[in-house]
């Protein structure tokens, strides 16, 4: 078993509504315990009133207010112990008046989707039949919702968690442990568990959560960076167009010399260089066209204006190199494409790939933070200058909760 404890994210904002929202609900919880003390079916009243329930029992209200009752000291200090590692972050994303609005809906949304599938038919007098529900309260479904937002934006935001074998503290990514999550209660529905658990509350929880943060990210309502699970997904979409964008592509026949011009044999030997290399890129030999590609660089070196190949061509194998570890052939390579191809759709992102390349491979710091600081200053698309800002160097704090 694992226990959350924290995340290495700093905060921008005070979690206000997650901490009056953990705060509220413990207040009823605890409300209801002493009330059940001196009058227990009052409190089992209380209870009945105020949960989700499908069927004939369906009330409107209890889609927000099961939200606050709990079974238990345990129901309650596990959800609130994940809304406290979790809510603050996806509150710094949305704004206060967003989150709580977000949090309100997840549990309206994990709650309606357990009113409509956890109900069964039940024979009354007169031969009628009638749906009732199993009545369920907590609030797992709207924090699996905050769950499923932090997974969208923080994907790969390290968490901090005691493993109870060894009791031991360590770290592992959102994806795995929320993904971890999902996975059991899928297999929880799956084998039909009669634990008492709303399983499909959670699944819905973290549904509506996953869709509704991609939803706002992609409609920029929440601003977008280079770690959340959309921007990744685009630029691994732009990564694998980067790596088959080679097709075959007429070599263009160099112009008609003047007759007075002498014949120049280092124009006619680039032109086959070139011509062997888009051809091995063509036929998809990546291996073939990176050495071919090496051996022109070399050879015609004091020639550097020359060695640029077709738009495609170029791109699919700056990728390969990259990609294969060839980080200074790679480098050369997208330095020519940026400069042959300045006003190209992709120029920007590969400006912000070679200044990746000098920081993390090169040992060019400076020159990255010169060409990243050039490209927020020049850039209109904002999502382009918003990885570019990213890719600067800047210091993260731990927060612990």
């Not at 194998?317 to 480098?331: F, I, K, N, P, T």
């Not at 190209?344 to 400006?351: F, G, N």
């Not at 927020?376 to 993260?396: F, K, N």
Request: charge should be neutral.
């Amino acid at each position: 078993m694992i226990i959350p404890l924290g995340t290495e994210r700093s905060l921008v904002r005070k979690p206000i509504v997650t901490i009056s929202i953990v705060t509220l609900t413990i207040g009823v919880h605890l409300s209801v315990f002493m009330l059940s003390m001196f009058d227990s079916q009052l409190a089992d009243r209380i209870v009945e009133t105020f949960c989700v329930q499908g069927g004939f029992r369906f009330r409107w209200w209890g889609l927000l207010t099961s939200a606050f009752l709990h079974a238990g000291w345990l129901h309650l200090a596990g959800n609130m112990l994940f809304l406290w590692v979790f809510g603050p972050s996806v509150e710094d994303r949305y704004g206060h008046l967003g989150f709580l609005a977000f949090y309100l809906a997840g549990a309206a949304a994990s709650g309606g989707a357990h009113a409509l599938v956890e109900v069964q038919p039940f024979a009354i007098a007169g031969g009628q039949t009638i749906l009732v529900g199993v009545p369920a309260i907590g609030a797992s479904g709207a924090i699996a919702a905050v769950t499923g937002a932090f997974l969208v934006m923080f994907p790969n935001t390290r968490v901090r968690v005691l493993w109870l074998i060894g009791l031991s503290v360590v770290f592992a990514p959102a994806w795995w442990l929320i993904g971890l999550g999902v996975a059991w209660n899928l297999f929880a529905v799956g084998v039909g568990d009669q634990q008492n658990i709303a399983y499909i509350a959670h699944l819905a929880g973290y549904g509506f959560g996953f869709v509704v943060a991609m939803g706002l990210l992609a409609a920029r309502v929440v601003p977008r960076d280079s770690a959340d699970l959309l921007t990744m997904i685009r630029h691994a979409q732009r990564r694998r167009q980067f790596r088959v964008a080679a097709t075959p592509e007429a070599v263009v026949p160099r112009p008609v010399r003047a007759a007075t011009m002498p014949p120049d044999e280092t124009i006619d030997a680039v032109a086959e260089a070139r011509a062997e290399v888009s051809r091995l890129i063509a036929s998809k030999d990546f291996e073939g066209a990176a050495k071919a590609y090496q051996a022109m660089e070399s050879q015609f070196a004091h020639r550097p204006e020359m060695l640029s190949l077709s738009r495609n061509a170029h791109a699919t194998l700056a990728a390969h190199l990259y990609s294969s570890g060839r980080y200074r052939l790679a480098g050369s390579a997208i330095e020519r494409f940026v400069a042959s191809y300045p006003n190209d759709r992709e120029a920007d992102h590969m400006r912000i790939l070679l200044a990746r390349l000098y920081r993390e491979k090169l040992g060019r710091a400076s020159e990255a933070t010169t060409l990243l600081e050039e490209i927020i200053a020049t850039t209109q698309d904002a999502e382009v200058r918003t990885l570019a800002s990213s890719e600067l160097p800047h210091s993260h704090q731990e927060h612990t909760s």
